[in-house]
């Protein structure tokens, strides 16, 4: 009877908001963003011990976030096919490719508090055009909300969202200082600008 009560009460949600666009000064660089299917349909799903079965699609969140990130942070950026055999254009400075490597979530009964809080781990690959791995970024966040009588849905939603915006700023924060970037990127912008003047 206990698993018949837990199934009938499964929960399925997409997450979807408007992220707001980052108030940044963009870096000298045109970036081709690279997608790969993991991220653009990424779907989660758990059955936490006694609890309801919980289905979360974050696919259109993730690529959204990303558009509005990016677009912040370069002067230009290019869409890429995903798939890895379509020619890059030689004219960009790099390729990103984000992915959502974690997803965790606690619910109110497993933390014994009124928190529903979310985990996430992305990966933020950045290439050379012809291909060479210039750093392999791996970005935490966190996000929690109260209960505070809402549906779980939305209390899950609201927690989701915190945390890919915790995901945003890192990345729009930390991003120069992300491995390799300085050293195999940045000074490359910096000498061209010197030729160019």
Request: proline share 9%.
């Amino acid at each position: 009877m206990l698993l018949l009560a837990v199934a009938a009460c499964s929960q399925s949600m997409t997450v979807q908001t408007g992220f707001p666009t980052p108030v940044l000064e963009p870096l000298p660089l045109v970036v081709g963003i690279r997608y790969p299917e993991t991220l653009t349909n990424f779907v989660h799903q758990e059955a936490p011990p006694l609890e309801s079965e919980w289905t979360i699609r974050l696919g259109a969140a993730n690529q959204l976030l990303f558009d509005k990130l990016f677009g912040a942070m370069f002067v230009e950026t290019v869409m890429l096919d995903p798939d890895t055999d379509v020619a890059v254009p030689p004219e960009l400075d790099a390729v990103i490719e984000p992915t959502l490597e974690e997803f965790e979530f606690s619910l109110p009964r497993q933390s014994q508090t009124d928190q529903y809080a979310v985990w996430l781990r992305y990966n933020v690959r950045v290439y050379t055009p012809d291909g060479e791995l210039i750093s392999n970024w791996p970005v935490t966040a966190y996000g929690q909300v109260g209960a505070k009588m809402m549906a779980p849905e939305k209390s899950m939603q609201q927690a989701t969202v915190l945390a890919m915006r915790d995901a945003a700023a890192s990345i729009a924060v930390g991003f120069i200082n992300a491995p390799g970037i300085k050293d195999k990127l940045l000074p490359q912008t910096s000498d061209d600008k010197d030729e160019q003047t």
